[in-house]
Nanobody, 117 residues
Framework: QVQLVESGGGLVQAGGSLRLSCAPS????????MAWFRQAPGKEREFVAG????????SYADSVKGRFTISADNAKNTVYLQMNNVKSEDTAVYYC??????????WGQGTQVTVSS
């Protein structure tokens, strides 16, 4: 069973930056879509950003547009989420997800991001 391994979470001050990484445990693993979701305490999990390996098209939640950037490194088979100008409302557990066009089938364990004011 392939696992998605996230890294890069931590504590950051409001207005600061953080970069999350996600890589599959199997280097040859590849799906059509990769994405980041997040879940804040007491809230449902929500979509943050997504990317297609082929073509590199991206999509973002309105709440992070202009602040977050999702990117993919084909050579490293790794997806990144660059988070700039973070806000307290960005505090959440961030999950990496992967899957075909029909939906996300693979999920990481999550990495905590805490924004201090």
């Amino acid at each position: 069973q392939v696992q998605l391994v996230e890294s890069g979470g931590g504590l950051v001050q409001a207005g600061g930056s953080l970069r999350l990484s996600c890589a599959p445990s199997a280097r040859t693993f590849r799906t059509t879509l990769m994405a980041w979701f997040r879940q804040a305490p007491g809230k449902e999990r929500e979509f943050v950003a997504g990317i297609r390996w082929t073509g590199g098209s991206t999509s973002y939640a309105d709440s992070v547009k202009g602040r977050f950037t999702i990117s993919a490194d084909n050579a490293k088979n790794t997806v990144y989420l660059q988070m700039n100008n973070v806000k307290s409302e960005d505090t959440a557990v961030y999950y990496c997800a992967a899957g075909p066009l029909s939906g996300y089938r693979y999920w990481g364990q999550g990495t905590q991001v805490t924004v201090s004011s």
